[in-house]
């Protein structure tokens, strides 16, 4: 057998046991999104002129607004966290990210995702 059948069977392998787990990887994808968007808002307060664990809120605009969604297409079972402000770009980024709080979330929850998604796939 090539390389190339090996890759394929390998492929359909991994495909059939997506298509089985779906709802799992989903569920798993929910409350991944879910505990990063809970440490996010538990370490970022909601009232005006609070300091939070990433930036001062002078307005609570900035903290909520930031939301996080699962992604769930035919290729593609994930999740996201992102700023709805503007200025989002300039918390994550000003004073070399000594304020970022999104991909922080971001590399921690999906890293646990992958993991937990790895070990169902391999089992």
Known sequence: MSATDDSRRVSVNIADKMAKNKFTILALAEAHRAAMQEEFLTNQPAQQGAVGKYWSNITSDARNRVFSEVIDQATAVGFFMAHGIDYG?????????????????????????????????TS
């Open 89 to 121: 770009v300039y918390l994550e980024l000003a004073n070399d990210r000594q304020n970022e709080a999104l991909r922080p979330l971001i590399e921690k929850y999906g890293n646990l995702f992958i993991q937990r998604v790895r070990k169902l796939l």
